[in-house]
């Protein structure tokens, strides 16, 4: 007989969401594309309700340019992002008349992520859905994970390409090595003996050293290489050197600002952020008129007398942060080919993150408080790390201008 279940790799805090329906203070769907898969779609068109069925014909619309059996359909929107399934509890209409077997897959999973490796499932939460990221950013811990086993009728979203570390495509390929190296990245990222900002320029280091190998082909000397990094970083041998590499505010300040700056003129339908950045702005005294100097002296005062008091004492939320990040996204693989744009695009994340929190505490002064880490985390979340096409337009802008390399990365990182 075939087994009913299926074994799932996740963070501990995933097996202790549940969803907080009205309660909520965020929407799961407000401004985002929501897709329907064909299936769903065709039960759709056979709706039990009829009032649902009628909103359905209006509301349902097929995506003909490039559909795909799990981007088959969309769901349009009100014109204030909402979701026009929702009712006047904000709890969705669809599941309360139905049942929750009449979502798409798309509703039924989320906040959950899946993905395969080596044919196994495993499941993360993105920090979008402000449940997900209490559970997880909150814990004090560092982040541990569980093998559970999970029923087969579990419905589950795979976002990407599956990674099989046994297939004869990636025998001279560092992917080879994942979990060699994904057991050596996590380790080094949750090693307290460190500060957030070292640990992150060390990786980069050991990213750089990567990309050498696999352009060298010498991919075979990566086992080599974590060893050696695991030694160096045991034996406290990046100390001193890490104590020399300057901090740039000026760069900080003109990547960061400018990035956010055109994510929000393309437009953000998303209230927690706008009021993220507006805090932020306020927070240096950021203005149209400002000089440069000015805003790096506010920047540098916040740093200084709100968020490194604060984040001293908070760092394992940074930290779950990234953990989360590197373990959702397959690191250091998670999308480009080259193993140090993935590194430089995980840093852009964190810097721009930072930096906002940065100025939101020159706007709460001593009233900042973990409340406003968790919203800032996030909307971020939400309104740049869900928009591939402005990723994309990120990552060119990184590519054209020559900064995806460690100076300019160390840069970032350290104020």
């Not at 059996?69 to 139905?98: E, H, W």
Request: net charge negative; aromatic share 10%; charged share 25%.
């Amino acid at each position: 007989m075939a087994s009913k279940t299926r074994k799932v790799l996740q963070p501990q805090y995933v097996g202790r969401f549940q969803c907080t329906g009205s309660a909520c203070e965020d929407s799961c769907c407000v401004g985002w594309h929501v897709a329907i898969d064909k299936e769903t779609y065709r039960i759709y068109r056979d709706c039990p309700d009829m009032e649902l069925r009628l909103k359905m014909g209006k509301k349902v619309t097929r995506n003909r340019s490039t559909a795909s059996d799990t981007d088959y359909a969309k769901i349009k929107l009100n014109d204030d992002g909402g979701c026009p399934f929702l009712d006047q509890d904000r709890m969705c209409s669809v599941q309360r008349k139905l049942g929750e077997q009449f979502l798409s897959v798309t509703c039924t999973t989320y906040p959950r992520i899946s993905t395969t490796v080596n044919g196994s499932l495993e499941k993360t939460l993105t920090f979008s859905c402000p449940e997900a990221a209490r559970l997880a950013l909150l814990n004090p811990a560092r982040m541990e994970f569980d093998e559970i086993e999970e029923d087969n009728h579990v419905r589950n979203f795979i976002n990407r390409d599956p990674l099989d570390t046994e297939d004869k495509k990636v025998a001279h390929k560092p992917q080879k090595y994942f979990w060699e190296l994904r057991i050596f990245i996590i380790t080094l990222l949750q090693d307290r003996s460190y500060p957030i900002w070292q640990r992150l320029v060390i990786l980069g280091f050991f990213c750089a050293r990567l990309s050498e190998l696999e352009n060298g082909g010498r991919v075979h000397e990566i086992p080599q290489a974590i060893n050696t990094y695991q030694k160096r970083v045991a034996e406290g041998m990046y100390r001193e050197e890490l104590q020399t590499v300057p901090n740039n505010l000026l760069i900080q300040m003109e990547l960061l600002t400018e990035l956010i700056s055109q994510r929000m003129f393309a437009g953000v339908n998303h209230k927690g952020f706008m009021d993220c950045f507006a805090e932020f702005s306020s927070g240096i005294n950021h203005t149209e008129e400002a000089m440069v100097e000015k805003l790096i002296e506010g920047y540098d005062s916040a740093y200084t007398k709100y968020y490194q008091p604060f984040m001293e004492q908070h760092e394992h939320v940074l930290e779950n942060y990234i953990v989360n990040s590197i373990f959702k996204n397959l690191f250091p693989f998670s999308g480009e080919k080259n193993i140090f744009d993935n590194y430089a695009m995980l840093i852009i994340h964190y810097a721009m993150i930072k930096m906002l929190l940065i100025g939101i505490s020159g706007f709460h002064k001593e009233n900042f408080a973990i409340d406003h880490v968790l919203k800032t985390i996030q909307s971020f979340t939400k309104v740049i790390e869900h928009e591939n096409t402005y990723l994309a337009a990120v990552f060119k802008f990184i590519k054209d201008n020559d900064l995806n390399n460690m100076p300019y990365m160390a840069a970032l990182i350290k104020n």
